[in-house]
């Protein structure tokens, strides 16, 4: 009795080892920061996303197509992004400009903890600028895998 036991669990472990080596490989999947914040139609303060000193994430090797958006307005500076395998600091600030229609900039950073690599921006050359209605707005970046 003890044998066919032994037996039929080797086959069911088999079994299962094939099966689990058998599945697809899943995507990775959309790493995100996003907060709702209440904005003025004019400002001179400051913000950050997420609040704090930024979101310390890991990331594997790999190209990634970077978004941010505010109140469901895209920032035209979005990009594709090639990053290598490693810890970063992922922050975002948003400044009021005190003017009007042009009410707020923002820039987004991606600072990697490993010596010798290169802060990455978004947008990429300098900051965005941005008219922001007044209210309570929904604050987001994302970081997509595109493998």
Sequence with gaps: MGKIRTGAVAVVVALVSALVGAAPALAAETARISRTILLASTSTGSAALPAGDG???????GRYEWKHRIAGLEDPGNRMITLAAGEYRWSCDLVGTGLSPVNYSTVCRLDPQAAGRATAFLPADGRTYWQI??????????LDPQF
């Design 133 to 142: 209605p007044a209210g309570n707005r929904t604050w987001t970046s994302e």
């Design 55 to 61: 979101k310390l994430i890991r990331l594997a090797a």
